[in-house]
């Protein structure tokens, strides 16, 4: 965005400098331009799988130090599988997001504990109304202090959870990611009715109030 500086006229200009005080007045108007945010110093990669992608990416657009989320497959064996492959529950992958965060704003433990209260921890294969592996709760760590982080994450929800049943949610080191089709991403911002109905329809805000209580 670009914001116009004008020198404001005058009704006479009297004296030796009137002609160039005139030139000054109708010389071009001075521009300054906006400068861009500056580009964080560092970003790391999260990846999580807790059921419908639409969700979790919606979710996770909400944490502050969160630059970028993208909706894709991870831990099947087919290389670069589509929608319906992965639907058809025989490639072994999971519906997951990939996170592109800032750790100056954000830390991984910090979008763990977002993970967990977002997910319903304690079905395998499973997340709300949808059934299958493809929904299956995961966390895919990127390297080894990633994997040691959500272990230990793991076993003090498994210590103050507000429930009775066990977590069962997986973690597992993370392998190829691929990207989802296009009209995936940031689903619920293109098609907001239908993103919310589906939501609602599949009793994943309820069921997550049942198990966590108001976060």
């Not at 921890?121 to 966390?139: K, L, M, N, W």
């Not at 907001?192 to 939501?199: K, T």
Request: proline share 5%; with cysteine.
């Amino acid at each position: 965005m670009k914001a116009a500086l004008r020198v404001g006229g005058a009704a006479a200009l009297v004296g030796a400098g009137t002609l160039a005080a005139l030139a000054l007045l109708a010389a071009p108007a001075s521009t300054v331009q906006a400068q861009p945010a500056a580009a964080p110093a560092r970003t790391e990669v999260a990846i999580f799988a807790g059921g419908c992608f639409w969700c979790v990416e919606a979710d996770f657009d909400k944490v502050r130090g969160v630059i970028s989320t993208t909706s894709g497959y991870t831990g099947g064996k087919v290389a670069n599988p589509s929608y319906e492959q992965v639907s058809s529950k025989s490639t072994g992958h999971a519906e997951a997001v990939r996170i592109v965060y800032d750790p100056a704003v954000v830390s991984y433990k910090a979008l763990l504990g977002h993970y967990w209260k977002t997910t319903d921890p304690t079905t395998a294969d499973r997340q709300f109304c949808d059934v299958g592996s493809p929904y299956r709760p995961a966390i895919f760590a990127t390297d080894d202090a990633q994997y040691a982080a959500a272990l230990a994450s793991r076993a003090e929800v498994e210590k103050t959870k507000p429930f009775k049943e066990p977590i069962v949610t997986a973690i597992e080191r993370a392998g190829a990611f691929y990207a989802a089709e296009e009209y995936h991403q940031d689903y619920y911002h293109k098609n907001p009715v239908r993103y919310n109905y589906y939501r609602a329809g599949c009793g994943r805000d309820l069921r997550l109030k049942q198990l966590w209580g108001s976060h």
